[in-house]
T-cell receptor, first 108, second 113 residues
């Protein structure tokens, strides 16, 4: 079964609102990766987190890795319509197991 | 800079027919993977390969076979297609130990009727 669990499954926001998706594991993750899949597209790698407590930013996206390396989050500030898609986390090591994803829709 | 190329992009099969999905990468990646994606279930690993001539089972290998005779190619075969294999299939590749993540192909949408 899946080794990484994601919540929520769906999130609908008004443009300009913030969005957060969470990834949890019952076991320690050696690393965690995040991907974005646009509707009708394929997953595209966003970032990899390796260190306990790590925080990385990409413009309006903030990625965090928990201190115990069992959870991670992706936060988008002030969502835009271009953020629409499904966000996946993946871990714990090669070959990666993917979470079920959080589907984000943004109302203009 | 093709990356990962999957063929075909779409296919409709009748139950019991066989087919092969082709994945080709030009990035000299060691590792290659086949995933299937079904609504609400994310990406599930079918088979993977850590190098030319090697393959291993993933989470959902039943009904599928794979081969990696050349480093750049990873083939996924369905010997006797079943409606439960209706899905979108993604191939991916990666280089071990790097933080670049997986590079995915554009997918093959397979329908088994």
């Amino acid at each position: 079964g899946q080794q990484v669990m994601q919540i929520p499954q769906y999130q609908h926001v008004q443009e300009g609102e913030d969005f957060t998706t969470y990834c949890n594991s019952s076991t320690t993750l050696s690393n965690i990766q995040w991907y974005k899949q646009r509707p009708g597209g394929h997953p595209v790698f966003l970032i990899q987190l390796v260190k306990s407590g790590e925080v990385k930013k990409q413009k309006r996206l903030t990625f965090q890795f928990g201190e115990a390396k069992k959870n991670s989050s992706l936060h988008i500030t002030a969502t835009q319509t271009t953020d629409v898609g499904t966000y996946f986390c993946a871990g714990p090591r090669d070959p990666m197991r993917f979470g079920a994803g959080t589907r984000l829709t943004v109302k203009p | 800079n093709a990356g990962v190329t999957q063929t075909p992009k779409f296919r409709v099969l009748k139950t019991g027919q066989s087919m092969t999905l082709l994945c080709a990468q030009d990035m000299n990646h060691e590792y290659m993977y086949w995933y299937r994606q079904d609504p609400g279930m994310g990406l599930r690993l079918i088979h993977y390969s850590v190098g030319e001539g090697t393959t291993a089972k993933g989470e959902v290998p039943d009904g599928y076979n794979v081969s990696r005779l050349k480093k750049q190619n990873f083939l996924l075969g369905l010997e006797s297609a079943a409606p439960s294999q209706t899905s979108v299939y993604f191939c991916a590749s990666s280089y071990p130990g790097r933080s670049y993540g997986y590079t995915f192909g554009s997918g093959t949408r397979l329908t088994v009727v």
